[in-house]
């Protein structure tokens, strides 16, 4: 069984920085990409960034500039380092792993139970 667990969320002004942070546990042979989306009240869930397992990242327009993404491979952790937040950018925020390979051989996708990121005007 595979997990994966945000960390990180809360309330903070706009301008302001979070850190968000999630971990993936359990019978983990390889992870290939792993990415940020969000979901924000009445919208659907939208890709913020995400990164494979060399390195390359991509973003959603609305981030650009703003949001970092980056990932410990040894860890199995990625992180998401938010600046000069803006209101727009209250969400739930979710963690996935599309493609994860377990140590008996089954490959699937992942989800975390997300975090909520409050951004006050």
């Known amino acids: 069984q595979v997990q994966l667990v945000e960390y990180g969320g809360g ?15 359990g019978n983990i042979y390889s992870i290939d990409a792993m990415g940020w989306y969000r979901q924000a009240p ?3 869930r939208e890709l913020v960034a995400d990164i494979n397992s060399g390195g390359n990242t991509n973003y959603a327009d609305s981030v650009k500039g703003r949001f970092t993404i980056s990932r410990d491979n040894a860890k ?3 992180y998401l380092r938010m600046n000069s937040l ?36």
């Not at 309330?11 to 546990?25: D, N």
């Not at 996935?96 to 005007?121: D, E, F, Q």
């Open 76 to 78: 199995n952790t990625v």
């Open 86 to 121: 803006k209101p727009e950018d209250t969400a739930v925020y979710y963690c996935n792993a599309p493609w994860v390979v377990t140590t008996n051989g089954r490959a699937m996708a992942y989800w975390g139970k997300g975090t909520l990121v409050t951004v006050s005007s």
């Open 11 to 25: 309330l903070v002004q706009a301008g302001g920085s979070l850190r968000l942070s999630c971990v993936a546990s």
């Open 42 to 44: 009445g919208k659907q």
